[in-house]
């Protein structure tokens, strides 16, 4: 399975997990040293979902993202500086800090937006996979959500158009057990999502989403299928977050409140990042110094965002009134 | 008399609800946890039929919210920020406005709604709206913004007792402010406001934590000689029009301050009432300082670009008195 895919591509994504691993630890320290206004959600423990699923798409392949999207405009292709100057707030962020972390976006490489409503970018990406059916271009929509997104009645809906319409998109499930701070035991009635679609006419396939080979080639299959006509597929990737819901919230919640520390710590010996750099010396597909090189250059790169950021201006107060309707 | 928080005041107040009427009962995301601390141990006094934590389905839960008071409960519904009244629109609208007068007074609907409102600090556009201006055009909804932890905890206590649909909208920037309540429990009804500083140069309305920053802003013109009445309706359906137009008459200004936004919300409601009913009070135009019409801003500058602050209030105050 792995030896069909090339070696380029599997470091690539490595350095895509890498990027997104090593921005948000960034973010996560800069947010608790104060320096990073409003609140942050990071997808630490995440990376191979974002990575595996964004490599099997094209820049012309639309994504809708969730509160918690900085790895999914990364690795969709985005760009550190815009990123990280919109979370600090400033002029030259990808949305003028208009947004924010939450609201993350770019347009240009079809990254429709991280949403801070839980469960709005089902029907979104519902809606562009809807597009590129109607106009006959071969787009194909993929959907971020999480495991509390699917007890949202925009997931039903969505699917449902989906499967009627049979429409070019792929619907994926970040299980990470969680949906705010209450675990997916006491508020989600089924144990795999992917349940979910047998009642919806679609294939639910279940992936360990931390494994990056995985995600990626069950994610081609989607793709190819939506791309020749065949309609939607939820894929439910199994994985976890590390940090947490949002970065601090030991401070109001107390340690610990809950999720276990056992919890926790089980799963990020399952880092997707370790267990890839394993898995790829133990084979000699790659060497630690390949590995060692990129994370410097992913450090360096980081570090000219964040100084990038720092140094940009702040938008000026009057911006506020910019920006509400096009050009008639 | 002690000193508690406004989030003390919540507390207290639920506690004593829950207490008092086992029909009530409270359902919302993660409230046994309380992320706010309002309703931080309810569940251990309470338990878990009735203090439930929903999954995140606004209009599911809330919807479930009226069939259980239709049914003869007393639900207490949590939406966790006011932008999330959206995701339940139809239930809150269409059915808990709407049922009793449809079904000509046979449906009873005492259900509360509880909210955190208005810009917390660089939310965005979707964690920072104050949403209870929307519901002025909706008949079968009251609304109240209580502005401190007295108000809040007689406010809430009503709430809950009235046989009606109310929606209670809390500001966590109020979050920590303290005040004396009595020992003894008390009720502030419906529809009462308070003046809550006396003057005579002109009146100002203001709504929700907007009454603290007049307060703030009434101090500071003190120094200037402009003596300001503040005014807190306290609640917008039912509004207290009595106490607004008596200070208008007394001043012949008004200024009101809202953190809604300026077409369509609490300001230019209760503009339009004044205008109608105590224009001979009137020396001028009423003046209204309220959000720009835009979606609130991530970026700090542009965030406080568009939310009220205590020195915009002395300088709209200034220009009305001249």
């Known amino acids: ?328 | 008399m002690g000193d508690i928080t406004y989030i003390q005041a919540i507390n207290q107040a639920l506690k004593e609800e829950l207490r008092r009427d086992p029909r009530t009962f409270l359902i919302g995301i993660d409230v046994r946890l309380g992320i706010f601390g309002a309703t931080v141990g309810l569940a251990d006094e309470f338990g878990h039929e009735r203090i439930r934590n929903a999954p995140i389905s606004e209009a599911g839960y809330t919807g479930a919210g009226v069939g259980a008071a239709m049914a003869g409960m007393r639900p207490i519904v949590e939406i966790e920020f006011a932008s999330f009244f959206y995701c339940a629109w139809d239930q809150v609208c269409n059915q808990a406005a709407k049922l009793r007068y449809m079904s000509g007074g046979q449906a009873d609907l005492p259900i509360t709604f509880r909210t955190v409102y208005g810009a917390l600090g660089q939310a965005a556009a979707q964690h920072s709206e104050t949403v209870y201006g929307q519901f002025l055009s909706v008949p079968g909804l009251k609304i109240v913004v209580p502005s401190g932890p007295y108000d809040m905890k007689g406010l809430l206590k009503s709430a809950i007792r009235d046989n009606n649909p109310v929606l209670v909208f809390e500001h966590m920037g109020l979050g920590r402010s303290k005040e004396a309540v009595p020992e003894e429990e008390y009720i502030i009804p419906l529809g009462k406001g308070a003046v809550k500083r006396e003057g005579k140069d002109v009146t100002v309305v203001a709504i929700g934590i907007m009454v603290s920053k007049a307060l703030a802003a009434a101090k500071m013109l003190e120094k200037d000689g402009v003596s300001v009445e503040v005014v807190d309706p306290r609640t917008l359906v039912p509004l207290d029009e009595e106490m607004i137009l008596n200070s208008v008459a007394k001043t012949h200004k008004v200024l009101i301050v809202d953190e809604g936004h300026l077409r369509g919300g609490a300001a230019a409601d209760i503009a339009a009432i004044i205008a109608d009913k105590g224009f001979d009070y009137l020396d001028g135009p009423i003046k209204r300082l309220a959000a720009p019409d835009v979606p609130v801003p991530f970026s700090p500058p542009m965030e406080q670009f568009v939310v009220p602050s205590n020195e915009k209030i002395v300088g709209a105050v200034k220009e009305l008195v001249g």
């Open chain 1, 1 to 328: 399975m792995a030896a069909e895919i090339n070696k380029d591509l599997l470091l690539k994504m490595y350095r895509t997990m890498q990027t997104v691993r090593q921005t948000e630890e960034r973010l996560r320290d800069l947010f608790k040293e104060g320096k990073v206004p409003g609140f942050l959600h990071v997808s630490i423990g995440e990376e191979a979902t974002s990575t595996g699923v964004c490599a099997a798409l094209t820049d012309k392949d639309y994504i809708t993202s969730t509160h918690r999207g900085h790895g999914h405009l990364i690795a969709k292709g985005g760009n550190l500086k815009p990123l990280v100057a919109e979370i600090f707030g400033k002029r030259t962020g990808y949305c003028k800090g208009k947004g924010g972390s939450m609201h993350i976006a770019d347009f240009s490489i079809g990254m429709l937006g991280a949403n801070g409503i839980v469960g709005a970018g089902l029907p979104i990406a519902t809606g562009a996979a809807m597009a590129a059916k109607i106009r006959g271009s071969g787009e194909v929509a993929v959907c971020f959500f999480g495991d509390g997104a699917s007890n949202e009645g925009t997931f039903h809906e969505s699917l449902n158009l989906a499967g009627i319409w049979k429409l070019p998109v792929v619907y994926v499930c970040e299980n990470n057990l969680y949906g705010e701070f209450s675990s997916g035991k006491d508020v989600t009635a089924v144990r795999d999502i992917a349940d979910r679609a047998r009642g919806h006419d679609m294939p639910g396939v279940i992936i360990n989403g931390n494994d990056v080979v995985e995600v990626y080639e069950t994610t081609v299959q989607a793709v190819e299928r939506a791309r020749r006509g065949e309609g939607p597929t939820l894929l439910e990737c199994k994985t976890y977050r590390w940090e947490g819901h949002v970065v601090g919230e030991e401070a109001f919640l107390g340690k610990d409140a809950y999720r276990s520390k056992e919890e926790v710590d089980d799963w990020k010996l399952r880092c997707p990042i370790v267990s890839f750099e394993k898995r790829f010396l133990a084979n000699n597909m790659f060497t630690q110094t390949e590995f060692d090189t990129i994370k410097a250059e992913i450090k360096r790169e980081i570090d000219e965002a964040v100084a990038f950021a720092i140094e940009s201006p702040m938008p000026d107060p009057e911006e506020a009134l910019e920006d509400m309707f096009a050009a008639a």
